[in-house]
């Protein structure tokens, strides 16, 4: 007798890639970055449309049928040696399932000649989403860079993937990354670092 006579139901694997976006683009997902992101975590959307044109990078996941799953605005310096994953999301209606590893796994190829990608984890330890966001990103191969930071004056934890610089060189790397959106005064005025 068999051991089951019952049918096999096999999970086919979705693929996905990145599209790059462009202003268009920008403007139509600006009001899911703000339903992801607090006022004071998220730059203005002229800000980003301007760093868009200073070389920063919108990245639009996609799924093999060309139906978009998600975001992430990356911001990077001129000399294309570092990065910053500034803002991800992935669109509720389809959270789960590990798209976001996916997504995460995909950046981490398109930026892998960089010498190193930063992210931030703003509220952190305070939040509970803050900390299962940390573990996720520690389980992606990120690292805590161990330098006090803020944005907006709050709390912020900076990791890293990759050769981080020397702390004494990293204001100044970050300020070379947030260069396509802020100027001086404004980084000064958005990210703290000591």
């Known amino acids: 007798m068999p051991a089951s006579t019952g049918h096999r139901h096999l999970r086919r694997i979705m693929m996905y890639e990145i599209k790059r976006g462009g202003h268009a683009d920008m403007k139509r997902i600006y009001p899911m970055m703000k339903y992801d992101f607090k006022d004071w975590e998220r730059p203005s959307l002229v800000e980003c449309q301007v760093a868009l044109l200073k070389g ?19 911001l990077r310096d001129r000399a294309h040696r570092y990065a910053l994953l500034g803002w991800l999301g992935v669109y509720p209606t389809v959270r789960g399932g590990g798209i976001g590893s996916e997504f995460l796994e995909l950046i981490k190829a398109r930026y892998a000649k960089y010498d190193c990608v930063f992210l931030e984890v703003t509220e952190y330890p305070e939040l509970d989403k803050a900390r299962r966001l940390v573990e996720f990103y520690r389980r992606h191969g990120w690292q805590e860079t161990g330098v006090p930071y803020t944005i907006g004056g709050r709390d912020t934890l900076l990791m890293h993937q990759g050769s981080a610089p020397q702390r004494t060189d990293l204001k100044a790397v970050m300020e070379a990354i947030y260069a396509p959106m802020y100027g001086p005064v404004a980084f000064r005025k958005n990210i703290g670092i000591e």
């Open 56 to 74: 920063a990078e919108l990245l639009l996941l996609k799924d093999e049928n060309g139906f978009e799953c998600g975001y992430a605005l990356m």
